[in-house]
Each structure stands twice: as C-alpha cells, then as structure tokens.
C-alpha cells in the first residue's frame, strides 16, 4: 500500500495529549466518492481542534489511526494554488457535515484528500502560510463577526482570550472593519501585542468604558460572565468555543432585560471562506501568525500549541 508522512493521533491521552501524537507514516489518502481529488499539502497550521482530537474529544477509539489538521493550502492535480474548506458532507454525523480529521484523514500529511468543491483558489498575493491560517480559526472568526454577529451594526465588539487563534482572527478583522474593538488577555504580553492589532486591551474581567454590541467568545466559563456583564442591551454573544469549560452560570435575569442573544456557531460556509479570503488579499489584512516550523518539527508545534503560550497561529510549513 502506498504511504506518506503524516502526523496523527494512534491513541487518547486525556491528560497528556502530545503523548498521543504519532509522526510517521500512513497510507495514502483514498476517494470515497468520483468527484474527491488529492491535494499536495503546502501548509497547514494547528487548531485547538487538534489537541482536543489527540484527547478523544470528537474521535472514536475504532477510528484510529486518524491524520490531524484541518487547515490547508496545497497544489490541486492540475496544479492550480488552492486554499482546502475543511467541512465535508457527511451523512452519518448528527451534524450532516464533519471537519477533516473527525471522519476523513486530515490535512497533516503530505497528501489529503477532499470533494473538488471544497477547493478555492489562493488569491493572488497571500502567501501559503498565511493562507493555512485562514479556514478554520479565521473562518469561524469572520463568521462569527459577520453573519452571526451582525458587526455591520456593531459600534464596539469584545474578544475575549486575546491569544488564541480565532481571538487574535476576530481583533484583527474588527479593528480593519473600523469597530472599536476591546480585548481581554491575563498576560501582560499578549495585551501588548493585541493592543498592536487595534484593540484597547484590558485584563479579564475589567470594566469596559462602554458596554459592546458584539462579543466574541471562545474562552468560555472563565470569561463569560464578563461577556454578559459588557453586553449593550440587543448585544449578541457569539460562542464558538469553550476553552476554559463549557458550562458556565448564566444570569438569565440579564439576558431576557438586555434582549441579549446568546449564538453559537462553528466554522463557515464555502461563500463565507472566499470572502474572509478577498478580504484578506484586498485589505492587505494578514493573519497573525506565532510561529512556522517544518513538518519535521511538527511534533514541536503541537508542544507550542498545548503550552498556551502563542500569540496567534502556528504554521507548518510541508514542503521545508
Ligand atoms: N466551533 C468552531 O468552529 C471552532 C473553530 C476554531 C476554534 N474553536 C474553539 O475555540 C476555542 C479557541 O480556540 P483557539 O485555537 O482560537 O485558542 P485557544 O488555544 O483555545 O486559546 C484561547 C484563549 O483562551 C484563553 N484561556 C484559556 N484558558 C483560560 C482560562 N482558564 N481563563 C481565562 N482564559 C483562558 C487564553 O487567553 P489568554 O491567555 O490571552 O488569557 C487563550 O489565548 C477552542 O475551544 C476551539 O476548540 C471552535
């Protein structure tokens, strides 16, 4: 059988996911269906995502070996630069559609596979890294600022969690939208640097000078109670993660006297990637990226990702 490098999950480590990373080889991505095509993997970059995968959050034991990565930018067999939409049809999850590496092979590997139509071109003038930033963490930002958020209406927005990957995405974007934009971080350091995307940056939990009408949370239990507090009355709190617990008090009182709406969403529409994309390349916005490492040092990049302690996204470049 032909085989690939690839960096998969081969076992769950609740406790200690980088145990459960495996570097080494696995077969070459098959085509469940005529209209799937193989993408050489140029770039990809990590997700939280990823270390939840290696945990067994969203992976069945059977499903084992799985390749990770969900982002990619690649080389289509006609030789065409694409950037990969990593949501598949997929009619056995609740969801109808499923994330490269919850059911198909992921994009960590020299080669993956996808449905034709899950590839758009790389636009003129972003770069590969950058572009691997784009279809996860920067989608599923862009969503939420957009069609979920309504940031159209939107004067002030908060993020919470200033570095993280989808936080860092939604600043970035906010502030080249033109919003007032306000960040929460615990580290002196990332304040710092958000405060250099645009946003007022202030610590957890601070009171803002003014209440927002959009709020972009990833962080969850820890920072959603300051979320509520912030919200302008009609504000939206959009929900796209929940990184420090899923389960917090909700003070209900607030939100039927505010007309707050609470929104989850995940990830983005194929129409939403190619504007989030045209944005990028006409604005001349670029993602934030922490890090670049080899493929080699892959295994160094997820160490980076679990540490917490990045400032936006970590690339892996697949063709060093
Ligand atoms: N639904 C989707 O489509 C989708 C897509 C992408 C990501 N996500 C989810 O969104 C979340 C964010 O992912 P990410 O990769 O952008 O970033 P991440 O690595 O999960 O980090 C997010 C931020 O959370 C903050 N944080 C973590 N633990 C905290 C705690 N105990 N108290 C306060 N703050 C804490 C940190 O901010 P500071 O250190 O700055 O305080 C960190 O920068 C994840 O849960 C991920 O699974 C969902």
């Known amino acids: 059988m032909p085989i690939m490098r690839a960096a998969f999950v081969s076992r769950f480590d609740d406790a200690n996911p980088l145990a459960a990373l495996t570097v080494g080889e696995q077969p070459e991505p098959t085509h469940p269906a005529d209209d799937w095509v193989t993408v050489q993997v140029r770039a990809t970059s990590l997700n939280h995502h990823d270390l939840w995968s290696l945990r067994g959050v969203g992976l069945r ?3 084992l070996p799985m390749i990770l990565g969900c982002d990619a930018v690649g080389v ?8 990969v939409y990593p949501v598949i049809p997929t009619p056995g ?6 994330i490269l590496s919850e059911h198909f092979p992921g994009t960590l590997a020299e080669r993956v596979a996808v449905p034709r139509s899950n590839l758009l071109a790389l636009p003129a003038g972003l770069a590969a890294a950058d572009a691997a930033c784009l279809p996860t963490a920067w989608l599923t930002a862009w969503r ?3 069609t979920v958020g309504r940031v159209d209406d939107a004067d002030a927005v908060l993020v919470q969690g200033a ?3 989808v936080a860092t995405a939604a600043v970035a974007l906010a502030a080249a939208m ?6 929460t971080s615990r580290d002196a350091a990332k304040r710092e640097r958000i405060a250099e995307l645009g946003a007022t940056a202030v610590e957890p939990g601070a009171r803002l000078p003014e209440r927002v009408d959009v709020v972009i949370e990833t962080v969850g239990a820890a920072t959603f109670d300051h979320s509520m507090k912030s919200a302008a009355p009609m504000a939206r709190i959009v929900v796209s993660g929940a990184t420090a617990g899923h389960e917090p008090k909700v003070n209900l009182r607030r939100v039927f006297a505010m007309q707050l709406e609470i929104l989850g969403t995940s990830m983005g529409t194929p129409d939403e990637l190619a504007a989030l994309l045209a944005f990028c390349a006409e604005r001349g916005v670029r993602p934030v990226v922490d890090s670049v ?3 080699s040092e892959v295994a160094d990049a997820f160490a980076r990702l679990h540490s917490g302690d990045v ?5 892996v470049d697949h063709t060093a």
């Not at 289509?76 to 950037?83: A, L």
């Not at 999850?93 to 499923?98: A, E, L, Q, T, Y």
């Open 61 to 63: 034991a059977e499903q």
């Open 144 to 146: 939420m600022l957009t």
């Open 311 to 315: 400032f936006g996204k970590v690339v």
């Open 163 to 165: 570095g993280g990957g």
């Open 293 to 295: 490492l080899p493929f």
């Open 76 to 83: 289509d067999p006609d030789g065409n630069e694409v950037v």
């Open 178 to 183: 033109g919003k007032r934009v306000y960040a």
């Open 93 to 98: 999850d609740p969801r109808g559609v499923s």
